[in-house]
C-alpha cells in the first residue's frame, strides 16, 4: 500500500488475511496507522516510514502494489510509477485510485454552485463564507476555489503527468471513472439529525453518480487496475 496514510485500506487488507506493507513519508500517519493494527488473527501488516521515491522494495516482490491518492502529490509520477512497476511480479495487480484535478470544468462548477447554494440557502451548509446570490458569480467563485486548493495551494500533479506514464507502462489495464465532487458538498453539511444528515449526503452522492453514467459531468475520479506483463 503506497502513500497508506493513517492505513485504513491497508488494515482492511490485512483483515482479510493478506500479507501487507504499508508506506509513507509522513510521520504522523505511519503512527496513526501502526496504532490502529490488527491483531495475530489477521494478515501481517508491517508499515514503514517512507515514499516511493526512497523505498528499498525488491524487483518483483510484490502479487499486488496500490495506491490510493497519491500519484498525484508524488514529485514524479513518471518515476513513480516506473518504480511500483519494478515491484510488482509478472502477471501481478497495480491498482491505482487518483483524482484528476485538471478535468473539473465549467459543469462541474455549475452543479456545486447549484448544489451548495441550495444547501446555503437552507442552511444545511457550513462554509468560509457564501457563495453570491448571482448564480454566475457564485460559479466563479466555485472555480476560483477549485484553484487554490488543487493548483496554488498544492500544486497537484494533474492528466498530463499521471496518464501517459500509466497507459505506457501498464498496457494491459481498464480505467473506470467514479464520484468524487460531492465529497466537497458532503465536508460542510451542517444539517442537525443524524438521520436527515445522512439521507441528504446519500442523495447528493446518488445525484452525482447519475450525472456521471449519462455524461452530464466530467469525472475526475480514476480506478486504474493494470497486469503487469512480463
Known amino acids: 500500500d503506497v502513500g497508506c496514510g493513517p492505513g485504513a485500506l491497508s488494515l482492511e487488507m490485512a483483515r482479510a488475511g ?16 501502526r496504532r490502529g493494527a490488527p491483531g495475530p488473527s489477521a494478515g501481517p501488516l ?18 499486488v502494489v496500490v495506491t490510493t491518492r497519491t500519484l498525484h502529490h508524488v514529485e514524479d509520477p513518471a518515476e ?9 511480479r509478472p502477471g501481478g495487480r497495480f491498482v491505482c485510485v487518483d483524482f484528476l484535478h485538471d478535468r473539473f470544468d465549467d459543469r ?15 442552511g444545511q451548509f457550513r462554509g468560509d463564507g457564501r457563495l453570491p446570490a448571482e448564480p ?10 477549485w484553484a487554490q486548493e488543487h493548483v496554488v495551494e498544492h500544486q497537484l ?6 496518464d501517459e506514464p500509466l497507459d505506457r507502462l501498464f498496457p494491459a489495464h ?34 452525482e453518480d447519475t450525472l456521471l453514467a449519462t455524461d452530464a459531468l466530467t469525472p475526475v475520479l480514476m480506478h486504474f487496475v493494470a497486469t503487469r506483463e512480463a
Open 80 to 88: 513513480a510509477i516506473a518504480r511500483i512497476r519494478r515491484w510488482i
Open 108 to 122: 462541474a462548477a455549475r452543479w456545486l454552485a447549484q448544489v451548495r447554494g441550495v444547501l446555503e440557502a437552507t
Open 18 to 33: 493478506h500479507d501487507v506493507t504499508a508506506i509513507d513519508p509522513d510521520e504522523t500517519a505511519i503512527d496513526l496507522a
Open 136 to 145: 454566475e458569480a457564485a460559479v466563479e467563485r466555485i472555480a476560483w476555489e
Open 174 to 207: 481498464t480505467r473506470t471513472w467514479h464520484p468524487y465532487l460531492s465529497w466537497d458538498l458532503l465536508v460542510g453539511l451542517a444539517v442537525a439529525d443524524p438521520a436527515r444528515e445522512r439521507a441528504t449526503a446519500e442523495l447528493i452522492a446518488a445525484w
Open 157 to 162: 500533479n494533474g492528466s498530463a503527468e499521471i
Open 46 to 63: 508491517a508499515h514503514h516510514r517512507a515514499g516511493v521515491e526512497t523505498w528499498d522494495a525488491p524487483d518483483a516482490g510484490y502479487d
